[in-house]
């Protein structure tokens, strides 16, 4: 997971609250081939946004 630095001064357990939600994603078969799901990597993009 990359934040930038104001965000880990700012909220230094944001990584693994987000590590806890992005497991609780069900699995999605993103790639099939011939009918039969096969791995692969992707990356799942989450802004957030600090309101002052």
Same mark, same amino acid.
């Given at each position: 997971?990359?934040?930038s630095?104001?965000?880990?001064?700012?909220?230094p357990?944001? !990584?693994?609250?987000l &590590?806890?939600?992005? !497991?609780? *994603?069900?699995?999605?078969?993103?790639? *099939?081939? &011939?009918?039969?799901?096969?791995?692969?990597?992707? &990356?799942?993009? *989450?802004?957030?946004?600090?309101?002052?």
């Open positions: 997971m990359e934040s630095k104001e965000i880990k001064i700012k909220l357990k944001l !990584d693994s609250v &590590r806890v939600s992005v !497991d609780k *994603i069900p699995n999605v078969y993103a790639a *099939i081939k &011939r009918g039969i799901p096969v791995t692969t990597k992707y &990356r799942l993009p *989450i802004k957030i946004q600090i309101k002052q």
